[in-house]
Nanobody, 128 residues
Framework: QVQLVESGGGLVQIGGSLRLSCAAS????????MGWFRRAPGKEREFVAA????????YYADSVKGRFTISRDKSKNTEFLEMDVLRPEDTAVYFCAADNRGTTFYTGYYRETSYNYWGQGTQVTVSS
């Protein structure tokens, strides 16, 4: 069973930066898209960003646009989320997700149900 392994979370001050990584455990794993979602305390999990694996097209939630950058390294089956100018409201558990069925083409990159693999989550805390 393929696993998505996240790393890079932690504690950072307001205005600081963090870089999250997510790697598929099997080299042969093929994604159509990978994404990031987050769940803040007391809230539902929400879309953050996604990247189409073939052409690198990117998609962002309005709340992170201009501050977060998603990218991928196809040779390492790894995606990244560079988070800059962090705010307290960015505090959440961040989950990476992968679609290896092509569902994102039909149902969109923003829906949780478009993804069939999920990481275990990594905590990001932005302190004041």
């Amino acid at each position: 069973q393929v696993q998505l392994v996240e790393s890079g979370g932690g504690l950072v001050q307001i205005g600081g930066s963090l870089r999250l990584s997510c790697a598929a455990s099997e080299y042969t794993f093929t994604s159509y898209a990978m994404g990031w979602f987050r769940r803040a305390p007391g809230k539902e999990r929400e879309f953050v960003a996604a990247i189409a694996w073939a052409d690198g097209s990117t998609y962002y939630a309005d709340s992170v646009k201009g501050r977060f950058t998603i990218s991928r390294d196809k040779s390492k089956n790894t995606e990244f989320l560079e988070m800059d100018v962090l705010r307290p409201e960015d505090t959440a558990v961040y989950f990476c997700a992968a679609d290896n069925r092509g569902t994102t083409f039909y149902t969109g990159y923003y829906r949780e149900t478009s993804y069939n693999y999920w990481g275990q989550g990594t905590q990001v805390t932005v302190s004041s």
